[in-house]
Nanobody, 123 residues
């Protein structure tokens, strides 16, 4: 079964950090661009970041630039999202997914979505 599983979410205070993990099963992650997305209540799913199959190209939403870092370890079939300086507006369910394209964070071009992991930033 082709799927990804997200983990690492939780409750954190403003200014804190979390590291999310996206583990692939049923397919070889190293062949795909992987994207991170988030969806807050009442809002559309938005692209947060993506990383090319070899890790050489990354892209970030303006709202997270300088605070979030995407990386991957293909030997572990895992992509990470390090989130620093978290803000209340970062609160959302975070998802990862795969695409064969490069350089896009448009959710319409991604598939094999996971169930997501909740991130809550609150004091």
């Amino acid at each position: 079964q082709v799927q990804v599983v997200e983990s690492g979410g939780g409750l954190v205070q403003p200014g804190g950090s979390l590291r999310l993990s996206c583990v692939a099963s049923g397919f070889t992650l190293e062949y795909y661009t992987i994207g991170w997305f988030r969806q807050a209540p009442g809002k559309e799913r938005e692209g947060v970041s993506c990383i090319s199959s070899d890790g050489g190209r990354t892209r970030y939403a303006d709202s997270v630039k300088g605070r979030f870092t995407i990386s991957r370890d293909n030997t572990k079939n895992t992509v990470y999202l390090q989130m620093n300086s978290l803000k209340p507006e970062d609160t959302a369910v975070y998802y990862c997914a795969r695409t064969s394209l490069v350089g896009t964070t448009d959710p319409r071009y991604f598939g094999s979505w996971g169930q997501g992991t909740q991130v809550t930033v609150s004091s």
